[in-house]
């Protein structure tokens, strides 16, 4: 029979297994689930522990729901165990880390608090380079309080929190001076303006930031030199932009009014004179607010660097949001890509929408995309402006909302008799 000593020999010769790179093993492991990485363990004595050592760490919906109860609920006490003997036993960094707090059948909040704050404490001390923390919970009263150990996780380079209350920054915190990324998505911030205030300026590589449906933040005031990428979201009453270069932006606000509309006004007009703005959209109840505010003309200075905008949720039978439609396209001559989406509403007064007479013509836009069209005045006039100043137009894609056949046949008729300036320029009918 072989000796113990020679059949180690053979292992050690011919297990390719053993014998893979790290840079290898790094790869498997972080494209396997949790569950998975652990039992790789078994494969030989070489990586009997290198699934501790994984620098990706996902405790995701896979991870607990393998943890349920005979009544089909979460284990939070045993999910929350095996997560804690991970950290305590992981060796090395922790390069991203994902973690969502399933909802569960009893009150949890402060065990959550407190098992999130022992999880950050721990992983501050690896130089994490991502954290993604989403809570499941479905309504504001379950939301959790973040620790203020996130604030020690000073490497970071991409966070995002998911429903969770956001205190402000201790005194001692200096900043993420790495931080490029940074989504805030349904965050109630017990400090308000104050959190931004105190967190963007101490991000000095900051390159994208995500705001959506934040509580607390009436007041968006964003003094950033190097943000390049741009999503505000929610019911806020003031908008304040000094974003010189800006590439993207999304703009949606959900709220019916708005407290300071001059200023709101004077930031997208900051946009166009002071970034190189490629991208602009502007979504819901916005575009009422800026049109009532004064933008119911072009701008005074021209989005030079624009190449595709978007608008959405515009009641063109407002006149001012018709004219405000018509002065953003008059403020963007070099854009090449445009896309408008109308909320259905009755024409108030037939003869209200006119679209000025002059040479303004847009010589690089091709492709146009126009949803909720109902077969308006407003509607109609719209179109017709942008066929007549569309030297290059080869595509206008439509789609009408909720009309029956004959309506929408006798919309397309309509469209196919407006006169065009571009002799490519076609019609194409969106489905469902």
């Known amino acids: 029979m072989a000796s113990s ?33 652990a039992k790789t363990s078994i494969l030989s004595r070489t990586w009997r522990r290198i699934w501790l050592s994984c620098p990706y760490l996902k405790f995701d919906e896979d991870f607990w729901d393998g943890l349920h109860k005979a009544d089909s609920t979460t284990d939070w006490q045993k999910g929350s165990r095996i997560i804690s003997n991970i950290l305590c036993h992981h060796i090395g960094c922790v390069h991203s880390f994902h973690l969502e707090l399933k909802p569960s059948n009893a009150d949890l909040r402060f065990d959550k608090m407190v098992s999130l704050s022992q999880w950050l404490s721990l992983l501050s001390r690896t130089c994490p380079r991502k954290i993604a923390l989403i809570n499941c919970a479905e309504e504001w009263s379950s939301l959790v309080i973040m620790p203020s150990y996130i604030f020690h996780c000073t490497e970071l380079m991409k966070l995002k929190l998911m429903r969770f209350v956001l205190n402000a920054p201790p005194f001692d915190f200096k900043g993420f001076p790495f931080l490029k990324r940074l989504e805030l998505l349904c965050i109630k911030f017990n400090n308000g303006i104050d959190m931004l205030w105190s967190l963007i300026p101490k991000c000095p590589c900051l390159v994208s930031l995500r705001l959506e449906n934040c509580l607390g933040m009436d007041i968006v005031d964003i003094d950033a030199p190097s943000l390049k990428m741009l999503v505000i979201s929610g019911k806020f009453g003031s908008l304040r932009l000094k974003l010189p270069r800006l590439l993207c932006v999304l703009l949606y606000s959900t ?156 919309v397309l008729r309509q469209l196919i008799r407006l006169p065009r300036a571009s002799a490519k320029a076609q019609f194409i009918c969106l489905g469902e």
Do not use: W
């Open 5 to 37: 000593e020679s059949l180690e020999s053979v292992e050690t010769n011919n297990d390719l297994i053993s014998l893979m790179p790290l840079i290898v093993t790094d790869k498997i492991l972080k494209h396997l689930p949790l569950k998975i990485a």
């Open 255 to 410: 709220k019916s009014e708005m407290s300071d509309t001059e200023t709101a006004v004077a930031s997208i007009n900051s946009l166009a004179s002071s970034s190189e703005l490629q991208c602009l959209v502007i979504e819901g109840n916005l575009s009422k607010l800026l049109a009532g505010g004064g933008i119911n003309k072009s701008l005074p200075v021209a989005f030079n660097h624009l190449q595709k905008l978007r608008l959405t949720g515009l009641i063109l039978t407002d006149t001012d949001v018709f004219r405000f439609t018509l002065g953003m396209i008059q403020s963007c001559p070099f854009m090449k890509n445009l896309e408008i989406s109308m909320t259905s509403t009755t024409d108030a007064v037939q003869d209200k929408y006119e679209y000025p007479i002059n040479d303004y013509k847009l010589g690089r836009l091709r492709t146009v995309k126009i949803m909720g069209i109902t077969g308006s005045n407003a509607e109609l006039k719209l179109i017709e402006y942008v066929l007549a100043i569309s030297l290059v137009l080869e595509n206008l894609f439509f789609k009408c909302e909720k009309l029956d056949a004959a309506s929408e046949l006798k």
